[in-house]
Structure formats: structure tokens, C-alpha cells
């Protein structure tokens, strides 16, 4: 059964820092891009950034510089690096792992809450 459990939110202050993580089990970690994505309060879902299998990384515009997405096979854990956090960074952060070889395969965590506010 596959899981993935998002861990490291909370409430930090503007220009804090946060690190996300999630945890996955139930699946090959090493063949799946792992993406990090967040959707604030009545705005849609976005891309925050994605690591291919390769170790390649994409960010969004918005937040480069800022955030930074890497992953530990090893572990089976990949990981969000939040710095100089604003409140507009306030959001549900969910983790994806996604086998793109097989679409099927698109998993998704239950979601863990960043809230940025002094």
C-alpha cells in the first residue's frame, strides 16, 4: 500500500524557515519524479517544484531562490527547503509521486499546513 506522509509544517514567522518533508513507503521511491505542490485558501493548486529520478530539479519562477526541492533515496524521503518565507507562502503543502512511464501511478499525500504570520 502505498503511502506518502508530508511532516515539517507549522507556524514560523515572515523571513523564517521551514523544511518539508515527505516520507514515502509502498512503492519504488528512486523511479518516481516527486513533485511539492501547495494551494492557499480559495486559490487553486500550483507546481512548487518537482525532482526528476535523475536528481534534475525544476522550481517555480515565483519561488527560486527561496525554495529548494531535493530527495534522499535512501531514505525514500524527499524534501522541501523554505527560506525567507512571506505570507504569501501561507498554503497546504501536499507531496506527489508520479511514475511517468505509467500515468496510473500518480500518488498523492494528505497534505501538511505552512502558515506564515508574525
Known amino acids: 500500500q502505498v503511502h506518502l506522509v508530508e511532516s515539517g509544517g507549522g507556524l514560523v514567522q515572515p523571513g523564517g524557515s521551514l523544511r518539508l518533508s515527505c516520507a514515502a513507503s509502498?512503492?519504488?521511491?528512486?523511479?518516481?519524479?516527486m513533485y511539492w505542490y501547495r494551494q492557499a485558501a480559495d486559490k487553486e493548486r500550483e507546481l512548487v517544484a518537482l525532482?526528476?529520478?535523475?536528481?534534475?530539479?525544476h522550481h517555480a519562477d515565483s519561488l527560486k531562490g527561496r525554495f529548494t526541492i531535493s530527495r534522499d533515496n535512501a531514505k525514500n524521503t524527499v524534501y522541501l527547503q523554505m527560506n525567507s518565507l512571506k505570507p504569501e507562502d501561507t498554503a497546504v503543502y501536499y507531496c506527489?509521486?508520479?511514475?511517468?512511464?505509467?500515468?496510473?501511478?500518480?500518488?498523492w499525500g494528505q497534505g501538511t499546513q505552512v502558515t506564515v504570520s508574525s
Open positions: 509502498g512503492f519504488t521511491f528512486s523511479r518516481y519524479f
Open positions: 525532482i526528476r529520478t535523475t536528481g534534475t530539479t
Open positions: 506527489r509521486a508520479r511514475d511517468i512511464r505509467t500515468p496510473e501511478y500518480d500518488y
